[in-house]
């Protein structure tokens, strides 16, 4: 079975703290993992996919980067306008090579105070 | 642009009660997904659509139907509405087949339910 774990649960910056949240997984696979921000009333918005150990992406302050058991979201010099919910999701792949559907992590919740 | 459109934004309703909640997407994207979020819990599926004609239970399927009405529109039915199916919908599409892609799934603002 698919597992993520997604943490700290919730974390509350100053504006220009950097941090980094985590998303650990487990599957037999991976075929990508995704990052996704959701604002509070609307519905997840795409940010990253990342598809091998090694790869890292980058936009505007956040830098995503992967290993073979788990992915960083490094925030730098973040803003209060960064607050928001970010979810992970994995995609793993069947033993015949087709994928399957997404699991998501529970998201870190992240403050930025001004 | 609208991307992916979802009505009603918000619902009441009492127990038993059925409803019918609609998904449209202006992508040309071939795949469509039910999700219901809970707290502390992640986007878990409920049922989802890898093509037009076709559709799959997810993790979560049981007291809900689904039909794909055509390539854009994906619909959830709750026929006899329960208070544990009291959450926060969201539907989802994506440009390719589920089977060979790996895009990024793109998501509605969500229907907010509570059954009572």
């Known amino acids: 079975e698919d597992q993520v774990t997604q943490s700290p649960e919730a974390l509350r910056l100053q504006e220009g703290e950097s941090s980094s949240l985590n998303c650990s997984y487990t599957v037999s696979g991976l075929r990508g993992l995704f990052w996704y921000r959701q604002d509070p009333g609307k519905g997840p918005e795409f940010l990253f996919t990342l598809y091998s150990a090694g790869e890292e992406k980058e936009k505007e302050r956040l830098k995503a980067t992967l290993t073979k058991k788990e992915s960083f979201l490094h925030i730098t010099a973040p803003k209060p306008e960064d607050s928001a919910t970010y979810l992970c999701?994995?995609?793993?792949?069947?033993?015949?090579?087709?994928?399957?559907?997404?699991?998501f992590g529970s998201g870190t919740q992240l403050t930025v105070l001004p | 642009n609208a991307g992916v459109t979802q009505t009603p934004k918000f619902q009441v309703l009492k127990t038993g009660q059925s409803m019918t909640l609609q998904c449209a997407q202006d992508?040309?994207?071939?795949?469509m997904y039910w999700y219901r979020q809970d707290p502390g819990m992640g986007l878990r599926l409920i049922y989802y659509?890898?093509?037009?004609?076709?559709?799959d239970k997810g993790e979560v399927p049981n007291g809900y139907n689904v039909s794909r009405l055509n390539k854009r529109e994906f619909s959830l039915r709750l026929e006899s509405a329960a208070p544990s199916q009291t959450s926060v919908y969201f539907c989802?599409?994506?440009?390719?087949?589920?089977?060979?892609?790996?895009?990024?799934?793109?998501f509605g603002d969500g229907t907010r339910l509570s059954i009572l």
């Open positions: 659509s890898a093509s037009e004609g076709t559709t």
């Open positions: 999701a994995v995609q793993a792949i069947w033993e015949t090579g087709s994928a399957r559907q997404l699991t």
């Open positions: 992508m040309n994207h071939n795949s």
């Open positions: 989802a599409s994506m440009r390719q087949g589920v089977t060979i892609s790996n895009q990024p799934q793109h």
